[in-house]
């Protein structure tokens, strides 16, 4: 063959990438409002958020429910919150979710004491510790094993196809949430400050006593403490349904970031030989 004649054979094109016409957080979002009342049945699980233990069941059914995207499916949110399954499941998820944390927060708190530059380093650490574990929990509800969100050399190397929309669906919904905790925190204190405020009088009157009574004392405390635990708990109950509506997204959202950049995790649940 003629080297100064020869032609090298023409490559094919590579195929382009599929063409969405939402992204995954909206997607998720679609698949939310999807179900009649879903309003009431995140309610219930952010009630169950608030429970401790009882609550892994939440991460379970949210992460369950959003197994089927990356195999097509499209189904409501599930009538059944409380199983065996969702309870397993989100108790794995749990750990996930511990590990990766207490990893981040050392390293954090290694940055942490650097002036400015430390602060900054550690708030990225902790926003990248919340998206790894968020995805590392889709990754082992797709393999149905506790060692399968483990595999940070397979998430990395998947993570890295399209950072923005996994970034966007972990933390939009979350950074809603600290917007909306910020909000109710300023109201809480406001309430409390009021209280307080309010019961000067009654703490001028047993201060200025020579000798205040039991029943004196008793009546400050209920006046002061009563509307404290009470905001609080309204507080703690409200932030739990805020955290569960965020996850829900968040979860499903990442569900769609698999289908679309991860499809090689829907063989991990098959027969390994």
């Not at 939440?58 to 919150?81: C, D, H, M, N, T």
């Not at 809480?188 to 405020?197: A, D, E, P, Q, T």
Request: include cysteine; charged fraction near 10%; aromatic fraction near 12%.
């Amino acid at each position: 063959m003629d080297p100064m004649n020869y032609t090298p054979p023409v490559q094919p094109a590579p195929a382009p990438s599929p063409a969405y016409t939402t992204s995954c957080l909206k997607a998720a979002w679609e698949d939310v409002k999807a179900t009649p009342n879903y309003i009431s049945r995140l309610l219930v699980l952010g009630l169950i958020m608030c429970v401790p233990i009882l609550n892994f069941v939440v991460a379970g059914y949210l992460l369950f429910w959003s197994r089927e995207v990356p195999f097509g499916g499209r189904s409501l949110l599930p009538q059944k919150i409380v199983t065996g399954k969702n309870f397993e499941y989100g108790f794995y998820a749990f750990v996930l979710t511990l590990v990766v944390g207490l990893i981040g927060g050392i390293i954090g708190g290694i940055f942490g004491w650097i002036p400015f530059i430390g602060w900054v380093v550690s708030i990225a650490v902790s926003l990248a510790t919340y998206v790894a574990g968020t995805i590392m929990q889709m990754r082992m509800i797709m393999g149905m094993s506790l060692g399968d969100g483990f595999n940070v050399k397979d998430i990395w190397e998947k993570a890295r196809r399209n950072w923005g929309q996994l970034f966007a669906v972990t933390l939009i919904p979350m950074a809603i949430v600290i917007g909306i905790s910020l909000v109710l925190s300023i109201v809480v204190f406001s309430i409390m400050f009021l209280c307080i405020m309010g019961a000067a009088p009654t703490i001028a009157a047993i201060g200025g006593a020579a000798d205040p009574s039991f029943a004196q004392i008793m009546s400050l405390i209920a006046a002061l403490a009563g509307p404290m635990i009470f905001c609080t708990l309204i507080l703690y109950v409200v932030l739990s349904v805020a955290e569960t509506f965020a996850e829900a997204v968040a979860i499903r959202g990442v569900a769609h970031w698999v289908a679309r950049y991860a499809p090689e995790w829907t063989t991990l649940s098959a027969p390994r030989y």
